[in-house]
């Protein structure tokens, strides 16, 4: 557990974390712990794994696969925290026109990926960011604005509302993984009265970051679109607005299939998630 977490750079209670959640989501347990010995998997483990790796196997074929024409399949690159919410919705993104065919492809830098692509015609990049990058080698489309809040756990939004605790005083959370958006975050840290020599980097995950503000240790700027069922669950509670959307945007090569990249676009959409009311 401590060498994948190591390897993956997240904290070792958010790989146990996503473990118990898998072995509830199969309806059995996937790793044998025994006091003293290491962590092995289970027969239904090892089945699963299986299973994985022939997913993982079958896109990296899907990515590869050409059509009758030629031409590659077209595929999205796009980061980690879109691509979690993708995977949860996608039979609303096929609904509303998503081609069938297309691959998502997980990304640090989904535009490096897209520049990269020796067959970018069929390729795409989606991305957070403030505003549209300038590129006149490509063309795009803002499918989504990414609504945002300052949140933090009920027992400290409970204090600020009490006038037992200042925001100046509390700790503010960045994802260190986020260096594209560090003016943004600091400009949101200046309007809503925080410190910024109170400001401190998690490492991991955006779970592991909301797992930060759940507990207690700071507050966060996350996006509606990924923490809306903890705030209707009470887990989380919004306590100052963001100013400024964040972006989603898709961009192409200008030479790619007109078509498919409005079919995309379209689909995307369904991404919009509208500001909370605080």
Known sequence: MRRAADALDISQPSISKQIKALERSV??????????GRAELSALGRELLQDARATLELQRRLIRRETDDGRALPRIY???????????????????????RTAFVMSGDPLAALDSDPAKREAFALFGSVRIPVRTDYISHVVAEQHGALFAAPSIARDLAEGNRKLADLVYLIPSRAPQLSQWLEDTMSRAGLDPANRREVTGSLDSLVDEVRSGAGVAVLMNMHVGDLVRAGDLVPIAPVARPLLLILMADPGCDLEIYEGVCRALHVLNVPPLTL
Request: hydrophobic residues 45%.
């Open 27 to 36: 309806g059995g347990e996937l790793v044998v712990r025994t006091r003293g």
């Open 78 to 100: 796009v980061r980690e925290l879109q691509l979690a919410k993708i995977s949860s919705i996608m039979p609303e993104l096929f609904a509303a026109g998503l081609p069938r």
